[in-house]
């Protein structure tokens, strides 16, 4: 069984530009979150995908944007760069089943390290 | 809303017994989950527990969950130098997404 990878593992980006980090979700797994993890902090939900569709949004703006492919690995976007955005991006998966209730077991990647200067 | 706080450092003698504590705001929490992260890596899922438990117990690993406090603990039995990480609290009602403590920072002294 393969686990969640995430590519690249480090980047460095001016701000202004724009940034597409990508995830392959486990094997198995149709639900896709990505988290922005800054520096001393927790792990903050930025969206998550199921089956291709965006499932919910955490207080993050439209310029941070994401996509999820038929394979159910994903890309996120985030467009016009500030310092702030720099951080460790996590993507986990997980096996969602839309509108159940039931245990939210997400499995993280190593992250992509995202230095703005 | 939904709150998570974790204290922020904890420090303990190789073989001895860890404790590290967590309180949540939200009482609709359906599952609270501990994460350990280790320097430079992802969030690694240690365990969780449903919220009509009050203590899972997983080898070394014992969770005890006091749902009218809303206090949930991780003890780890004779802790290891490789038990240091930062662990994460994190709750959730049903499939939303993970509301993640600060972290608690376990530094084991050999």
């Known amino acids: 069984e393969t686990g969640v990878t995430q590519s690249p593992t480090h980047l460095i980006k001016t701000r202004g530009q724009q940034v597409t980090l990508r995830c392959s979700s486990q094997s198995g797994h149709n639900t896709v979150s990505w988290y922005q993890q800054a520096l001393g902090q927790g792990p903050q939900f930025i969206f998550q995908?199921?089956?291709?569709?965006?499932?919910g949004r955490g207080n993050f703006p439209p310029r941070f944007s994401g996509l999820q492919f038929p394979n159910y690995s994903s890309e996120l976007n985030v467009n016009a760069l500030e310092l702030d955005d720099s951080a460790l991006y996590l993507c986990?998966?997980?096996?969602?089943?839309?509108?159940?209730?039931?245990?939210?077991?997400?499995?993280f990647g190593p992250g992509t390290r995202l230095t703005v200067t | 809303g939904e709150d998570v706080e974790q204290s922020l450092f904890l420090s303990v003698r190789e073989g001895d017994s860890s404790v590290i504590n967590c309180t949540y705001t939200?009482?609709?929490?359906?599952?609270l989950y501990w994460y350990k992260q280790e320097p430079g890596a992802g969030l690694q899922l240690l365990t969780y527990i449903f919220s009509n438990m009050d203590m899972k117990q997983d080898q070394r690993l014992t969770v005890l969950l006091n749902k009218k406090d809303k206090h949930l603990s991780l003890r780890i039995a004779d802790t290891q130098t490789g038990d240091s990480a930062i662990y994460f609290c994190?709750?959730?009602?049903?499939?939303?997404?993970?509301?993640f403590g600060k972290g608690t920072r376990l530094s084991v002294i050999a």
């Open positions: 994190a709750e959730s009602i049903g499939n939303t997404p993970l509301v």
């Open positions: 986990a998966s997980s096996l969602g089943i839309s509108g159940g209730v039931g245990r939210n077991e997400q499995y």
């Open positions: 939200d009482s609709s929490s359906t599952y």
């Open positions: 995908y199921y089956r291709e569709e965006e499932n």
